[in-house]
Nanobody, 127 residues
Framework: QVQLVESGGGLVQAGGSLRLSCAAS????????MGWFRQAPGKEREFVAR????????YYADSVKGRSTISRDNAKNTVYLQLNSLKPEDTAVYYC????????????????????WGQGTQVTVSS
């Protein structure tokens, strides 16, 4: 079992930045693909970014591409999501997720690809 705990969310003005963290316990993250998703009120949970086991391969949703960076520190068992140039439409609860199952690029953009989830951290961007 992998337990994931997100932190780093908060209230920020448009144009600001936040760095979200996802700390894992129970298992080392070395063998896990890690993803970030977000869910705004009344909307479905959507893919934001993901990173490969070793950290060399990353993918981003078009909505955050160029404004965000996903990274991981396997020694610290932690994954990060740096969010820059934040917009009000980035307001959501952000979740990190993990899977050790190798799956296609397309499938790894879906919530069903991931087996472990954190409780989420709220990001609110004011205009």
């Amino acid at each position: 079992q992998v337990q994931l705990v997100e932190s780093g969310g908060g209230l920020v003005q448009a144009g600001g930045s936040l760095r979200l963290s996802c700390a894992a316990s129970g298992r080392t993250l070395t063998n896990y693909i890690m993803g970030w998703f977000r869910q705004a009120p009344g909307k479905e949970r959507e893919f934001v970014a993901r990173i490969s086991w070793g950290g060399s391969i990353t993918y981003y949703a078009d909505s955050v591409k160029g404004r965000s960076t996903i990274s991981r520190d396997n020694a610290k068992n932690t994954v990060y999501l740096q969010l820059n140039s934040l917009k009000p439409e980035d307001t959501a609860v952000y979740y990190c997720a993990a899977t050790d199952r190798p799956q296609s690029v397309i499938v790894l953009r879906t919530t069903t690809a991931y087996d472990y989830w954190g409780q989420g951290t709220q990001v609110t961007v004011s205009s």
